[in-house]
C-alpha cells in the first residue's frame, strides 16, 4: 500500500521547514522524500513573498553535501488565472503517482484544508463553468451577504466544501456559490477517487505565539525593502507592484485574498499604508484561527491527526514523525 505523510497547520507555525527537515532525514537515511504543496496560493508564479513560500529552505546540506530538496505544485500557474480545486486533485494525483512511481515518500505540506481533505478523501469533483446569470445577481453584494448565502446553499447541498478559509473576497465567495450552485443541480457521487492512507501531523502553535508569529512576519516582509536599500532584494509590496505592472488587473491580485488583496488596495490608493497593515494583520490571524478551524473540523469528519508542539526542537519534531510513521 502506498503511504504518505501529511504536515498540515497553521500559517506561521513552521510546516515547510519542518516538511523540509523530515525530508533531509530520510534522505540521509539513504531514502528518497519529495513535498508536495497543499497552499491554495503558491501555485501561482512570481507569487512569492505574500504566500510564504519560503524557497530557499528548500535548498539544504544532508551529510555535508548541498541538496535541493524536490518539490510539487509550486509555481505551476500564471498570476491572474483562477486555479481552483478540481485542478488541484488532478495535479496531486498526476505528482503523487510520479512521486510513489519512481519508489520515493511524498510529503504533503500545507495549510489549505479543503484542498488536503479532498484529496486524502479521494473527492471525485468536476469542472465548472461560470455562470454569468447568477454573476449578475450577485454583483454589488457585500462579503457579509455573500457570505451567508455561501453558507445558506452549503447547508441545502450538506456540503464540506467551501468554509471561509479561502472566501475573503467578494470574487472568491461568488465563485463558492457558484460552484455550490452547479453541484446542488448536477449531482455526483462524492467519492470516486481513491483514498490516499497517510499519516498525519499537525503542528500545534499557542494562539499567543502565533500571533506574535504572524505579526513579526508581516512587519518583515513589509519593511525588507525600506531595510535593504532599492538596489538589493525584494519586498512584498515591490512584489505586487511588479505583478500589477505586468498588467495583471487589480481585480485579479485582489480575488487572491490577504496579502494581495490588502497590499493591492495599498497600491492603487484605496487604503493608506497604515489601514493596509492594519486591516491585513487582523485579516491573517482570523485566517489562521479558520484553518485550525477546518484541521479540528477534519477530526471530527473521522480523520487522526497527530499534533506536535511547535516550539519543540527540530530534531525531537522530526523524531516524533518518525515514531508516529513507523520509520526507522
Known amino acids: 500500500m502506498k503511504k504518505m505523510i501529511t504536515i498540515l497547520g497553521p500559517t506561521a507555525s513552521g510546516k515547510t521547514s519542518l516538511a523540509v527537515a523530515l525530508a533531509c532525514n530520510l534522505i540521509s537515511k539513504g531514502m528518497q522524500a519529495e513535498i508536495i504543496s497543499a497552499d491554495s496560493r503558491q501555485v501561482y508564479r512570481r507569487m512569492d ?3 510564504g513560500k519560503d524557497l530557499t529552505d528548500y535548498h539544504t546540506v544532508v551529510n555535508g553535501l548541498p541538496v535541493d530538496i524536490p518539490y510539487h505544485l509550486i509555481d505551476i500557474c500564471e498570476p491572474g488565472t483562477k486555479y481552483n480545486l478540481f485542478q488541484y486533485q488532478q495535479d496531486f494525483f498526476d505528482a ?10 511524498p510529503i ?9 481533505e479532498a484529496v486524502l478523501k479521494g473527492y471525485r469533483l468536476s469542472p465548472v463553468p461560470q455562470n454569468p446569470g447568477l ?23 450538506g456540503s464540506l466544501m467551501h468554509n471561509t478559509t479561502d472566501v475573503d473576497s467578494c470574487q472568491r465567495a461568488i465563485r463558492a456559490i457558484e460552484i455550490e450552485v452547479y453541484n446542488r443541480e448536477h449531482p455526483i457521487p462524492l467519492r470516486e477517487l481513491p483514498a490516499i492512507p497517510s499519516v498525519i501531523i499537525g503542528v500545534n502553535i499557542d ?9 513579526r512576519r508581516l512587519k518583515a516582509r513589509l519593511e525588507e525593502r525600506q531595510r535593504v536599500g532599492a538596489s538589493a532584494g525584494m519586498g512584498m509590496i515591490d512584489e505586487v507592484r511588479g505583478l500589477l505592472d505586468e498588467g495583471i488587473p487589480a481585480e485579479d491580485l485582489i480575488y487572491y485574498g490577504l496579502e494581495y488583496k490588502y497590499l493591492t488596495e495599498y497600491v492603487i490608493g484605496k487604503l493608506s499604508y497604515d489601514e493596509m497593515f492594519r486591516q491585513l494583520e487582523i485579516a491573517i490571524h482570523q485566517f489562521a484561527k479558520r484553518q485550525m478551524t477546518w484541521f479540528r473540523g477534519m477530526e471530527r469528519r473521522g480523520f487522526t491527526i497527530h499534533w506536535i508542539d511547535a516550539t519543540l526542537p ?14 526507522a
Request: aromatic letters at 2%.
Open 49 to 51: 513573498i505574500g504566500t
Open 207 to 215: 494562539r499567543d505565539l502565533r500571533r506574535e508569529k504572524i505579526t
Open 314 to 327: 527540530m530534531e525531537q519534531k522530526v523524531d516524533a514523525i518518525l515514531s508516529i510513521a513507523s520509520i
Open 135 to 157: 454573476r449578475a445577481r450577485l454583483e454589488g453584494k457585500s462579503l457579509e451577504e455573500l457570505t451567508q448565502m455561501l453558507r445558506d446553499v452549503k447547508q441545502q447541498n
Open 96 to 105: 503523487y503517482d510520479d512521486i510513489t512511481g519512481r519508489g520515493a515518500l
Open 108 to 116: 504533503l505540506c500545507g495549510g489549505t484544508g479543503l484542498y488536503i
